[in-house]
């Protein structure tokens, strides 16, 4: 099968291309490459699946409708989609709102008519947030939840996103699948996530930030268990039985909520240098806590979370000094 990935030159899509590749699959990575964080990661992540037998790459933005409708046209062969490209950030969207509205609506809008128009698709996987969950205090987050009090732009774009795509499930009898990630963190990880930006003022000796005065708690998700959960999700395409549209919904998460300063802790232990703290008040459209409830996801494709923080916070270590050359 051909597997269009978009976001293939970020955290997710990167590590998504890979397994797909290692299996034998053939795949069409899009990237526009922006700078919303320094591009020399993305480049870096794209060097690594260059050459590789079955991987195209195309540098193009999702939004623009010709530039993708060419692509479509170019590659008949794709036959799925995991559209992994956003413009990411709770705090970014407080003062770069269009640039959410554009790569979040615009351009996940521009995928779905590219599947909407293939009659060789057989599944449409996005990337949601759990972001949508908003102000709601119930624990464990569940898809069987309201999510109509978004508190960030970010979250009512990609709300808006899970809108769309159950419209086209309805309307064209695509097969969607949503997933709502939960603070996925890992090797090859963004520099503008926590996991890096504390061990980058750590290891500069600068202050690291700490909102809500450290009392928040993550469903940290390891990179690994996320991509298994995506490829899973992938193989297993809605069906739409009984009249219902071919739409699913999904956390995707490592189902325990950690403590922000057990995390911190554990980067300060793997780089064997304390941190300084820099005590803040909450954030605008930040949350205190999140945790996934994963039975859906459990049930339907066998989704089993098995990296908890005290391996997965080396192993993320071990690459950050391996790729600093610290």
Same mark, same amino acid.
């Given at each position: 099968?051909?597997?269009?990935?978009?976001?293939?030159?970020?955290?997710?899509?990167?590590?998504?291309?890979? =397994?797909?590749?290692?299996?034998? /699959? =053939?795949?069409?990575?899009?990237?526009?490459?922006?700078?919303?964080?320094?591009?020399?990661?993305?480049?870096?992540?794209?060097?690594?699946? +260059?050459?590789?037998?079955?991987?195209?790459?195309? %540098?193009? +933005?999702?939004?623009?409708?010709?530039?993708?409708?060419?692509?479509? %046209?170019?590659?008949?062969?794709? /036959?799925?989609?995991?559209?992994?490209?956003?413009?990411?950030?709770?705090?970014?969207?407080?003062?770069?709102?269009? $640039? #959410?509205?554009?790569?979040?609506?615009?351009?996940?809008?521009?995928?779905?008519?590219?599947?909407?128009?293939?009659? =060789?698709?057989?599944?449409?996987?996005?990337?949601?947030? !759990? !972001?949508?969950?908003?102000?709601?205090?119930?624990? &464990?987050?569940?898809?069987? $939840?309201?999510?109509?009090?978004?508190?960030?732009?970010?979250?009512?774009?990609?709300?808006?996103?899970?809108?769309? !795509?159950?419209?086209?499930?309805?309307?064209?009898?695509?097969?969607?699948?949503?997933?709502?990630?939960?603070?996925?963190?890992?090797?090859?990880?963004?520099? +503008?996530?926590?996991?890096?930006?504390?061990?980058?003022?750590?290891?500069?000796?600068? @202050? *690291?930030?700490?909102?809500?005065?450290?009392?928040?708690?993550?469903?940290?998700?390891?990179?690994?268990?996320?991509?298994?959960?995506?490829?899973?999700?992938?193989?297993? &395409? @809605?069906?739409?039985?009984?009249?219902? &549209?071919?739409?699913?919904? #999904?956390? *995707?998460?490592?189902?325990?909520?950690?403590?922000?300063?057990?995390?911190?802790?554990?980067?300060?232990?793997?780089?064997?240098?304390?941190?300084?703290?820099?005590?803040?008040?909450?954030?605008?459209?930040?949350?205190?806590?999140?945790?996934?409830?994963?039975?859906?996801?459990?049930?339907?494709?066998?989704?089993?979370?098995?990296?908890?923080?005290?391996?997965?916070? @080396?192993?993320? *270590?071990?690459?950050?000094?391996?790729?600093?050359?610290?």
């Amino acid at each position: 099968m051909t597997v269009l990935v978009t976001g293939a030159a970020g955290f997710i899509g990167y590590h998504v291309c890979q =397994r797909l590749l290692d299996r034998g /699959d =053939r795949v069409v990575g899009v990237d526009c490459i922006n700078d919303y964080y320094d591009p020399a990661v993305k480049h870096a992540r794209l060097a690594r699946l +260059d050459g590789k037998d079955g991987f195209t790459f195309v %540098k193009a +933005d999702i939004a623009d409708r010709a530039a993708m409708a060419e692509l479509a %046209k170019s590659r008949p062969d794709i /036959d799925r989609y995991i559209n992994l490209a956003a413009q990411a950030g709770v705090r970014h969207s407080l003062n770069k709102p269009f $640039d #959410y509205t554009h790569a979040n609506v615009e351009g996940h809008l521009t995928m779905l008519e590219l599947a909407r128009f293939n009659d =060789r698709v057989r599944h449409f996987v996005y990337a949601s947030s !759990s !972001s949508v969950y908003g102000s709601n205090s119930k624990q &464990p987050f569940s898809v069987e $939840d309201r999510v109509d009090t978004p508190i960030s732009l970010y979250a009512a774009t990609k709300r808006a996103g899970e809108l769309m !795509s159950h419209a086209y499930s309805h309307l064209f009898r695509v097969p969607t699948t949503g997933l709502r990630f939960f603070t996925v963190y890992g090797p090859w990880g963004r520099p +503008d996530m926590a996991a890096y930006l504390f061990a980058k003022g750590i290891i500069e000796g600068t @202050p *690291i930030k700490i909102f809500n005065n450290g009392d928040m708690r993550r469903d940290f998700t390891f990179i690994d268990d996320i991509v298994s959960g995506v490829i899973g999700v992938l193989d297993n &395409p @809605p069906a739409g039985k009984n009249g219902e &549209p071919p739409y699913h919904l #999904y956390n *995707i998460g490592g189902n325990t909520s950690e403590r922000l300063m057990d995390y911190i802790g554990l980067i300060e232990e793997c780089l064997g240098k304390k941190a300084i703290y820099e005590f803040l008040p909450m954030q605008p459209g930040d949350v205190k806590e999140t945790v996934a409830d994963i039975t859906a996801i459990q049930r339907d494709v066998g989704f089993a979370p098995t990296t908890r923080i005290t391996e997965g916070i @080396p192993r993320f *270590i071990q690459w950050f000094k391996d790729y600093h050359g610290l």
